[in-house]
């Protein structure tokens, strides 16, 4: 089954404590992402990868860090986890960049830092 | 990519059409409209999306001004199920250039039986 998977799905921990957020795909995209969603303020991409081993700010980048080693997996790593990390995060793909394919989104992962 | 405005929510008799409305005022030639939905909190899902022509499949249609300002996303027969955030966007079309999504805060659309 072609899909975007996450883990974990729940998170709880605390400040400062470095964590990874998995994001895999099994339909050879070469697009992915990572949003953000907060009550009152929709989904705010985190960043992007068109490629591998290209990978760009979105608009929340502050406190996380991506890698695109493989084509597949897009991990977001949070090295220094705050408070106001504690959010709602999902993780989508499309077959390449550009407005012409639509993303496919991940189940999501609730993340709470304590 | 263009910043996109909805209404905040929506109500629609169960059995209607909905009629969901999206202002981009600001598109430029090369960007598409692009609809998805989420259902409480899950992964949005993807609905319907177009350049200049009005789009149908079989979940929804996808009705683009001839001056492309504006669109309306219509569930023909909206069921309870379809009760959800929809969120308009655009995107550029180029691979090779701008490649931010924003998602606006969407329209709560609330089917009522």
């Known amino acids: 089954e072609a899909q975007v998977t996450q883990n974990p799905r729940y998170l709880i921990t605390v400040t400062g404590k470095k964590l990874t957020v998995t994001c895999s795909q099994n339909m050879n995209h070469e697009y992915m992402s990572w949003y953000r969603q907060d009550p009152g303020l929709g989904l705010r991409q985190i960043y992007y990868?068109?490629?591998?081993?290209?990978?760009d700010k979105g608009d929340v980048p502050e406190g996380y860090k991506v890698s695109r080693k493989e084509k597949r997996n897009f991990p977001l790593i949070l090295e220094s986890p705050s408070p106001n990390q504690t959010s709602l995060y999902f993780c989508a793909s499309s077959l390449k960049a550009g407005g012409a394919y639509e993303q496919f989104f991940g189940p999501g992962t609730r993340l709470t830092v304590l | 990519d263009a910043k996109t405005t909805q209404p905040t929510s929506m109500d629609c008799a169960e059995g209607r059409a909905a009629n969901l409305p999206c202002n981009h005022s600001t598109i430029s030639g090369n960007e598409y409209v692009y609809w998805y939905r989420q259902i409480h909190s899950q992964g949005p899902q993807y609905i319907i999306h177009g350049l200049k022509n009005n789009e149908t499949n079989e979940m929804a249609s996808l009705i683009i001004t001839e001056d492309r300002k504006s669109s309306t996303l219509i569930l023909p027969h909206a069921t309870l199920r379809d009760t959800a955030v929809y969120y308009c966007i655009v995107r550029a079309f180029n691979s090779g250039g701008y490649q931010k999504v924003t998602f606006g805060t969407g329209t709560k659309l609330q089917v009522i039986p």
């Open positions: 990868s068109m490629n591998v081993e290209v990978t």
